[in-house]
């Protein structure tokens, strides 16, 4: 099984449109297509943004039974399907289901105007599932047919990258498991997908604690942060996710940028609002890291960018705040400076910086025995 990239993710929301919009709005995307029952897509409604090598499909369903409904009545807004490309998606399908992966949607072609594409899904994670698919990727057709890709491929904005993109691909998606899961996690992404684990830790956020493991594909193109609560210690930002989100799931989603002082500046100006840190972690930084930051401080300060390194290079990070009504799923940045893997530094003080915003969210819910 050769696994490429991660191709796209999806979205369960439930307005389409609205989401699109707010993001659209807020992070730059663009509408790249839609679909619904007029393009074979019963039951439901989808939107496609795109920005550079980013692809989101958000999509709602149009009654209750279907799966999309279901999915938002029970975790509201989140990722349901991340999509891996694939060389071959039916033997990858083969190979996954003979490993152990329970088998969703068999293999199907969807052809439309001498385009095609080849698409099958299979299980991942509580309630997300993975698609596999496999395409010409000179051919700009996401799903044939299915999503009207209207006036987009010729749209100086459209298929190609804009001059004013900020953000370009996916870096990696954070997964919040139930204790206990993590192992059994990683060893099924291992088996069945061909992972490798590169990276762990321990992070501890005030009496919190949690435990991490990065799993990647061969390929480096799909990668995912495991993490699961330390039931021992006090609870967390972890045990509310799992809570809140009424199961396993997508935490956030990091998009990739290239300048990561004039992302913030700019998707703050548009109106999104970043996670804060105080102004002493930035005192001793240089000292902390064991060399000078290539972004100057007086730049990361009053953004609140945090700044680590591994053996290749530096890395800048921050988390957007969440707008989920339920307080789960966010997105963050990061700026690759040489990095490959993640340092030792930067997890805890961002799980930190999102302690203090749900901090004040979970005491208030507590205190009117109310859940979110």
Same mark, same amino acid.
């Given at each position: 099984?050769?696994?490429?990239?991660?191709?796209?993710?999806?979205?369960?929301?439930?307005?389409?449109?609205?989401?699109?919009?707010?993001?659209?709005?807020?992070?730059?995307?663009?509408?790249?297509?839609?679909?619904?029952?007029?393009?074979?897509?019963?039951?439901?409604?989808?939107?496609?943004?795109?920005?550079?090598?980013?692809?989101?499909?958000?999509?709602?369903?149009?009654?209750?039974?279907?799966?999309?409904?279901?999915?938002? #009545? $029970?975790? =509201?807004?989140?990722?349901?399907?991340?999509?891996?490309?694939?060389?071959?998606?039916?033997?990858?399908?083969? &190979?996954?289901?003979?490993?152990?992966?329970? %088998?969703?949607?068999?293999?199907?072609?969807?052809?439309?105007?001498?385009?095609?594409?080849?698409?099958? &899904?299979?299980?991942?994670?509580?309630?997300?599932?993975?698609?596999?698919?496999?395409?010409?990727?000179?051919?700009? $057709?996401?799903?044939?047919? +299915?999503?009207?890709?209207?006036? *987009?491929?010729?749209?100086?904005?459209?298929?190609?990258?804009?001059?004013?993109?900020? !953000?370009? &691909?996916?870096?990696?998606? #954070?997964?919040? +498991?139930?204790? =206990?899961?993590?192992?059994?996690?990683?060893?099924?992404?291992?088996?069945?997908?061909?992972?490798?684990?590169?990276? $762990?830790? @321990?992070?501890?956020?005030?009496?919190?604690?949690?435990?991490?493991?990065?799993?990647?594909?061969?390929?480096?193109?799909?990668?995912?942060?495991?993490?699961? %609560?330390?039931?021992?210690?006090?609870?967390?930002?972890?045990?509310?996710?799992? *809570?809140?989100?009424?199961?396993?799931?997508?935490?956030?989603?990091?998009?990739?940028?290239?300048?990561?002082?004039?992302?913030?500046?700019?998707?703050?100006?548009?109106?999104?609002?970043? *996670?804060?840190? %105080?102004?002493?972690? @930035?005192?001793?930084?240089?000292?902390?890291?064991?060399?000078?930051? /290539?972004? %100057?401080?007086?730049?990361?300060?009053? !953004?609140?960018?945090?700044?680590?390194?591994?053996?290749?290079? $530096?890395?800048?990070?921050?988390?957007?705040?969440?707008?989920?009504?339920?307080?789960?799923?966010?997105?963050?940045?990061?700026?690759?400076?040489?990095?490959?893997?993640?340092?030792?530094?930067?997890?805890?003080?961002?799980?930190?910086?999102?302690?203090? /915003?749900?901090?004040?969210?979970?005491?208030?819910?507590?205190?009117?025995?109310?859940?979110?």
């Amino acid at each position: 099984m050769e696994i490429l990239d991660t191709d796209h993710i999806e979205l369960y929301v439930g307005d389409a449109r609205a989401a699109a919009a707010a993001l659209c709005a807020q992070y730059g995307f663009h509408v790249y297509g839609q679909g619904g029952p007029e393009t074979g897509l019963a039951g439901q409604r989808s939107v496609l943004l795109g920005q550079r090598d980013i692809r989101i499909l958000l999509t709602s369903g149009l009654s209750g039974g279907h799966r999309a409904s279901r999915y938002v #009545a $029970q975790h =509201g807004d989140g990722v349901a399907i991340v999509a891996f490309g694939c060389t071959d998606a039916e033997a990858a399908f083969a &190979e996954a289901v003979a490993a152990g992966a329970t %088998p969703v949607e068999a293999p199907r072609r969807v052809e439309h105007d001498g385009s095609c594409v080849v698409i099958a &899904e299979v299980s991942g994670f509580g309630d997300v599932t993975h698609r596999l698919i496999q395409r010409d990727h000179a051919d700009p $057709q996401f799903l044939p047919g +299915l999503i009207d890709m209207g006036d *987009a491929l010729n749209s100086p904005a459209g298929m190609g990258p804009a001059t004013d993109d900020l !953000l370009y &691909e996916i870096d990696h998606a #954070a997964v919040c +498991l139930a204790a =206990g899961e993590l192992d059994n996690t990683v060893a099924y992404y291992e088996r069945v997908f061909g992972f490798e684990m590169i990276f $762990q830790e @321990y992070i501890e956020v005030g009496e919190q604690g949690m435990q991490s493991k990065v799993v990647q594909s061969p390929s480096g193109g799909v990668t995912f942060t495991l993490i699961q %609560p330390d039931i021992s210690r006090r609870a967390g930002q972890i045990d509310d996710f799992l *809570a809140w989100h009424e199961g396993a799931g997508v935490q956030h989603i990091a998009l990739s940028t290239t300048d990561i002082v004039r992302a913030v500046r700019t998707l703050g100006e548009r109106g999104v609002d970043f *996670a804060q840190t %105080p102004g002493s972690y @930035y005192d001793m930084l240089a000292s902390r890291l064991g060399e000078e930051t /290539e972004v %100057p401080v007086e730049d990361l300060r009053p !953004l609140g960018i945090l700044v680590d390194r591994d053996h290749w290079g $530096q890395m800048y990070q921050i988390f957007a705040k969440s707008t989920h009504i339920r307080r789960t799923y966010f997105n963050e940045l990061i700026d690759r400076h040489g990095a490959r893997t993640f340092g030792t530094s930067n997890i805890p003080a961002l799980y930190a910086a999102k302690e203090r /915003e749900l901090a004040a969210v979970r005491d208030t819910t507590l205190s009117e025995g109310t859940a979110l």
